[in-house]
């Protein structure tokens, strides 16, 4: 009887709720096991056992008015917005959870692929405070252009052009969450502090500084979403609104070379952000339910 409310349960969830499940289920399991011996981890499990909850109210509400044309257009954002809290929550989890940080193998990577060169250490001290407004400015913009993706799918397109595009953001969340959780890392900035001249930035780079530091420091450096999403919704509209995809295109690449240039990503990182987004747009059709819900147009 259990097995068969179990899957009765989950039959409720679409497939992108399914993975912001999976992800919280993960979590919770790491935050358990890690618990008796790390007792700060008890107010994480709170904090994961709320979004739990709510997703678990989300799609009882969904799935009770599938038939609307509200829940047609909002229930996409709700994998979504599991995704969104656990980025912000994941600032510290890893760091307390797990016995192991990555940046010294990361750190290494990049030299290899680099014939020796560490690029954050070889790009220290070349960069004048114009360039370091101007990369502040790229990587400042990512924030407007996600949010920006994100009306414009709300508003700006067909069902199932919709859901295909939030459910791979969801796929691309729940895969660099993985590398968030097992290979906790927080970049060249903290890594390499005591090597690096400070960056003598202006306005902009000082609103990077106060954003990372409101959305817990420095962390999660393997992989980069700020490129894996970047490109994700760039190379999703190529295909779909090509002019839209080219006017991405300067953003995108702004966006790369700041996460490196402001020294917040390896170029490892950068390279499985890209792989990450690619896999998640391929595998995105599977996400998608193969017929809309009722009230919804295909």
Do not use: C, K, N, Q
């Given at each position: 009887m259990r097995f068969a409310a179990l899957r009765t349960l989950l039959s409720r969830f679409t497939r992108p709720e399914l993975l912001a499940l999976g992800t919280l289920v993960l979590v919770l399991v790491v935050?358990?096991?890690?618990?008796?011996?790390?007792?700060?981890?008890?107010g994480e499990w709170r904090i994961h056992s709320g979004i739990l909850v709510a997703?678990?109210?989300?799609?009882?509400?969904?799935h009770r008015g599938r038939s609307s044309a509200f829940w047609v257009v909002v229930r996409p954002l709700g994998a979504l917005g599991?995704?969104?809290?656990?980025?912000?929550?994941?600032?510290?989890?890893?760091?307390?959870?797990?016995?192991?940080?990555?940046?010294?193998?990361?750190?290494?990577?990049?030299?290899?692929?680099?014939?020796?060169?560490?690029?954050?250490?070889?790009l220290d001290g070349r960069l004048d405070r114009w360039q370091v407004e101007l990369f502040s400015f790229c990587y400042a913009l990512f924030i407007p252009y996600l949010y920006l993706s994100l009306v414009v799918g709300i508003l700006g397109r067909e069902h199932r052009e919709r859901e295909r595009l939030f459910a791979a953001l969801v796929m691309l969340y729940a895969l660099a969450f993985l590398g968030y959780l097992f290979v906790p890392a927080r970049g060249p900035v903290v890594f390499l502090a005591d090597q690096l001249q400070p960056l003598a930035g202006g306005f902009f780079h000082g609103q990077v500084l106060n954003a990372v530091e409101a959305s817990g420091g420095p962390h999660g450096a393997m992989p980069s979403l700020h490129l894996g999403i970047s490109l994700l919704v760039c190379r999703f509209d190529l295909k779909v609104n090509r002019l839209r995809g080219l006017i991405y295109i300067p953003l995108v690449l702004g966006i790369l070379f700041a996460t490196v240039l402001l020294r917040y990503h390896w170029v490892v990182d950068l390279l499985v952000g890209a792989l990450l987004a690619g896999l998640a747009l391929k595998h995105s059709r599977g996400l998608v339910q193969s017929a809309p819900p009722a009230g919804g147009r295909s």
């Open positions: 935050v358990a096991v890690r618990s008796p011996f790390v007792p700060g981890l008890a997703l678990l109210l989300f799609v009882g509400l969904a599991v995704m969104f809290a656990l980025y912000f929550s994941l600032a510290t989890v890893p760091f307390e959870a797990i016995p192991w940080e990555a940046d010294g193998l990361l750190f290494d990577v990049d030299r290899l692929l680099f014939g020796g060169v560490s690029p954050s250490l070889w």
